[in-house]
């Protein structure tokens, strides 16, 4: 879409403005991001490492979407029921096809695997969610990423991450890269 045909002149000025690019997440605490960029430190030399604000785990990505629509999301994230549970990030991974390094959870609680799965059928119903990517628990530590050696993906990882809410998080482009901002929390319960 070039946008300079006549009648749809004024679309993608409007596009711009009125959406915004989302995605429904897991945020932790500044001293839980502050311990997962100290996991990257050592791998500094393989790739590009990512700021300690921008770490987080993605549970559904929405891409660009109607401003009026953050109800809607907030409203799909509430009624998925988010669970409070204890998640434990001890291993690392590497995604060859994105080149992303990666810290994650030996075992994912079921109930946030359920959640996710919840969360997704509400979004598609609601036409707010056409991701069909497989979930995998992660959070991206290094972008552009040489694959480690395998003893370098050994590690005494350990950080504690107990879920108590899940965050509607809006992303925007600048020149140094992306920045993050929750826009609404939706408390975990049981
Ligand atoms: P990534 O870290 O694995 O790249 C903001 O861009 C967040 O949304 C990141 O966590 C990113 O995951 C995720 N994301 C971006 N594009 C995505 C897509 N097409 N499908 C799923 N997640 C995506």
């Not at 989302?22 to 700021?51: I, N």
């Not at 204890?86 to 079921?110: N, T």
């Not at 991206?140 to 480690?148: H, I, M, Q, V």
Request: charge should be positive; aromatic fraction near 6%; include cysteine.
């Amino acid at each position: 879409v070039s946008g300079r045909g006549g009648a749809s002149r004024a679309t993608p000025a409007t596009k711009t403005a009125d959406t915004l690019r989302l995605f429904v997440a897991l945020w932790p605490e500044e001293s839980l991001q502050e311990a997962l960029l100290a996991e990257s430190a050592r791998f500094a030399a393989l790739g590009r490492r990512l700021p300690a604000r921008n770490l987080h785990v993605t549970l559904a990505f929405l891409g660009a979407v109607p401003r009026e629509r953050v109800d809607d999301i907030a409203e799909a994230m509430r009624t998925a029921e988010p669970p409070a549970c204890a998640l434990v990030i001890d291993r690392l991974g590497y995604f060859k096809a994105s080149r992303i390094l990666w810290a994650g959870a030996s075992e994912v609680p079921e109930a946030l695997m359920q959640y996710q799965r919840r969360l997704c059928k509400r979004l598609r119903s609601a036409r707010l969610h056409s991701e069909e990517r497989a979930f995998k628990l992660h959070v991206s530590l290094l972008r552009d990423a040489t694959r480690p050696a395998p003893e370098q993906m050994q590690t005494g990882l350990r950080l504690d991450w107990s879920v108590k809410d899940v965050a509607l998080v809006a992303s925007a482009q600048t020149a140094e890269g992306s920045r993050y901002r929750v826009l609404t929390r939706v408390a975990a319960s049981g």
